[in-house]
């Protein structure tokens, strides 16, 4: 196989990337980029792999949640609890009432980037039709739909940097400061979610630690931190190749090929090339092409990896996409995340689950019961059943025990705001509340009072 570097998927076709007119502009945000200081540091990235290699083992449970499109303008302090506070409230009813420690990585501080399935769109404006671009995610360009907002910025590039930087420095803090203290659960109350059931396992929980604290048995500061991890869709590969950085193994071992070296070698980690822009990168449905850029770029790093399967995955794909891009067959590598829909799981699911036992390569397995199960409404709003969502994740749990192998986690498209985008749950969102508030850019997301509900649902799929 050729050699890998950071820039060695440039000689191979990349799709979804956006034509920039000013080569010289994105240079200089690029090389701006590359002098910027690491998000996160590659310890965080092997612990995480070092979970989600339990996880993959059956000792945790993986929840990857958040926006479709993270958005420029929600990087404010309400909006980044509230992310926050619904994973949180997710974990601990998954840990709780599913048996299972939670492993918790957020679509945030970097998920600026979006596939989409044309390259321009018709939009109404004024009582004429135009003909747009369409909006590829902040980082690219803006979801106004003016012909000056869809151009494609290179100076989004630094904005989207500084935007992660600041969410994520917001969340390190809120974290370090106790936010996520199990003994103060009121910290992460939303207004809609204080369901019965919820302040029950809270009730349970607090009751727990009592008597674990008075056996002497748990140490306060285990409860008062928790592990947060970041992650988005590697996409805009100019993008993630800057924050690309060279990091030498705990003895300072190991030769660069080139890209920028960094000196964090007092930490215990290996050597090699990192993605120091998040923890954890996935590989969307519209990008895993074996011969692409996108798994050109990703075999090379050491984050744990994410790739998204949908109804095209074949189990021969599946088979050269894992020896590419874990060739060493290394736990915690790789999670295959399958978004087939209600409809179709049940067709595809099992021959993928057969093609990588015969790999024996060790996956986790985590279900996305969103992204096969968009609809569009009449009025032309992209929503999502509760019941559809719910279906895939219980047909995943069901597929996977029969074939004897396991759903190690789930990843939702959910915020903690009292959104109207999917339809359904005990909240009742019909049809026409929808537009009331509809504010995602892209995809539909679970509200906190759906999100909530659903892991109550999964943490009894879970016990079963
Ligand atoms: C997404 O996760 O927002 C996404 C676009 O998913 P997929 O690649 O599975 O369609
Ligand atoms: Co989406």
């Keep these: 196989m050729a050699v890998w570097n950071p820039h060695s998927w440039q000689g191979r076709p990349a799709a979804q990337q956006p034509d920039y007119a000013n080569p ?68 601990v009813v998954l840990t709780h009432s599913g048996r299972r420690p939670v492993v918790r990585v957020g679509r945030i501080a970097g998920q ?18 135009l003909d747009l671009p369409v909006y590829r995610g902040d980082l690219v360009n803006s979801l106004e739909a003016t012909q000056k907002g869809r151009k494609a910025d290179p100076e989004r590039l630094v904005q989207a940097y500084f935007h992660a930087s600041a969410t994520l420095n917001h969340i390190r ?28 396992v809270l009730e349970e929980v607090r009751e727990s630690l009592e008597f674990l604290e008075a056996l002497g048995g748990v140490e306060r500061g285990t409860l008062e931190r928790i592990d947060f991890f970041t992650s988005h869709e590697a996409l805009l590969l100019p993008f993630e190749e800057a924050l690309t950085r060279w990091v030498p193994n705990d003895e300072g071992e190991g030769q660069a090929s080139g890209g920028a070296r960094q000196g964090l070698s007092s930490l215990a980690h290996g050597g090699g090339y990192y993605n120091l822009g998040a923890h954890m990168l996935w590989v969307g449905e519209r990008t895993r092409d074996l011969e692409g850029a996108h798994l050109e770029y990703l075999r090379g790093i050491k984050n744990p990896i994410g790739v998204k399967l949908g109804p095209t995955a074949t189990p021969s794909d599946l088979n050269e996409l894992l020896q590419l891009l874990d060739p060493t067959h ?22 993928l689950i057969h093609a990588v036992k015969r790999t024996g390569h060790t996956v986790l397995w985590s279900c996305d019961p969103m ?42 498209e959910l915020t903690g705001e009292a959104v109207t985008e999917c339809m359904g749950g005990n909240v009742g969102v019909s049809e026409s509340d929808l537009p009331r508030a509809y504010e995602t850019g892209c995809d539909p997301r679970l509200n906190g009072a759906q999100s909530l509900e659903m892991a109550f649902l999964i943490a009894g799929m879970l016990r079963n």
């Design 173 to 200: 803090a809120l974290i370090e400061g106790g936010f996520a203290d199990l003994h103060h659960p009121e910290r992460w109350e939303l207004n809609q979610t204080s369901t019965k059931p919820y302040q029950a």
């Design 24 to 91: 010289s502009e994105l240079e200089r945000c690029l090389g701006q980029l590359r002098r910027l200081p690491p998000l996160v540091v590659p310890e965080e990235v092997q612990r995480l792999r070092t979970l989600l290699a339990e996880a993959s083992a059956g000792k945790r449970f993986l929840l990857q949640g958040g926006d479709c499109a993270e958005q420029f303008k929600d990087c404010n302090a309400e909006a980044i609890a509230d992310k926050l506070r619904v994973l949180l409230q997710m974990s």
């Design 112 to 129: 600026y980037a979006k596939p989409r399935s044309s390259t321009t769109e018709k939009v109404r404006a004024g009582g004429r039709e």
């Design 330 to 351: 290394a736990p915690g590598r790789i999670t295959l995340i399958t978004r087939f829909g209600a409809g179709l799981i049940r067709e595809h699911l099992p021959a």
């Design 371 to 412: 992204h096969g199960n968009t609809v569009k409404t009449g009025g032309g709003l992209k929503t999502r059943h509760f019941e559809s969502v719910l279906s895939e994740l219980r047909q995943a749990f069901e597929i996977h025990s029969a074939e004897g192998s396991q759903l190690g986690g789930v990843h939702f």
